[in-house]
Nanobody, 122 residues
Framework: EVQLVESGGGLVQAGGSLRLSCAAS????????IGWFRQAPGKEREGVSC????????HYADSVKGRFTISSDNAKNTVYLQMNSLKPEDTAVYYC???????????????WGQGTQVTVSS
């Protein structure tokens, strides 16, 4: 059974930083992508960043470029999202997801975690 567990969310002031973790287990894909997504109240879920396992290729949404950094520790099957210079508009539930075929910021990933809340106060 594929499991994705997010952690690291919390409350932070604008300009602050948080690091989210996504611990993945239960799959043996030769290659896969893990993406970070977020969903604010009343809004659609949107892609934030993604990383491909084999070559660590990354992609970011324009709204987070230069502020967020995705990284992967393949030995631990864990992907991180370092979030700096946080803004109130970054407030959302953040999800990680994994897919063995698709790489990108669309929500078509097959497996999803339960999410972790990030709240940025002004």
């Amino acid at each position: 059974e594929v499991q994705l567990v997010e952690s690291g969310g919390g409350l932070v002031q604008a300009g602050g930083s948080l690091r989210l973790s996504c611990a993945a287990s239960g799959f043996t894909f030769d290659d896969y992508a893990i993406g970070w997504f977020r969903q604010a109240p009343g809004k659609e879920r949107e892609g934030v960043s993604c990383i491909r396992r084999t070559d660590y290729y990354t992609h970011y949404a324009d709204s987070v470029k230069g502020r967020f950094t995705i990284s992967s520790d393949n030995a631990k099957n864990t992907v991180y999202l370092q979030m700096n210079s946080l803004k109130p508009e970054d407030t959302a539930v953040y999800y990680c997801a994994v897919d063995a075929v698709y790489f990108g910021l669309d929500t078509r990933y097959r497996y999803w975690g339960q999410g972790t809340q990030v709240t940025v106060s002004s």
